[in-house]
């Protein structure tokens, strides 16, 4: 998938990715290669940008975890922002998508 695509939309992938509950960084990149049939499969300097900014932006919410025999993951988990951005950015999605469809789609007659 070219990169120029992924512009503007990775902020409402990885938000996406982690509507199911919290998740690690690495968690998050494999739910996002898994659930769009490996058309992305991302960098992790992709993605722990993107975690941070979102944070930053008081979308998602993080905390240091230790799981028993496990090493130390930070888990990031959407806050009640960050379900309403995704929300919103899937109405705006519907709403470019469909209009991206009306015009690349075919049967659109343009004039010569």
Do not use: C
């Amino acid at each position: 998938m070219e990169a120029e695509m992924l512009k503007g939309h990775l902020d409402a992938i990885v938000l996406a990715a982690l509507e199911a509950g919290p998740a690690h960084g690495y968690a998050i990149i494999e739910a996002i290669k898994r659930n769009s049939t490996n058309t992305f499969d991302l960098a992790e300097g992709t993605v722990y940008p993107a975690l941070h900014r979102l944070e930053a932006a008081g979308l998602l919410s993080s905390a240091w975890m230790t799981p028993p025999g496990g090493r130390r993951r930070r888990l990031y988990s959407l806050t009640k922002a960050g379900s309403t951005a995704l929300s919103d950015r899937r109405k705006a999605w519907g709403r470019f998508s469909q209009a991206v469809d009306a015009l690349l789609g075919g049967g659109h007659a343009w004039p010569a």
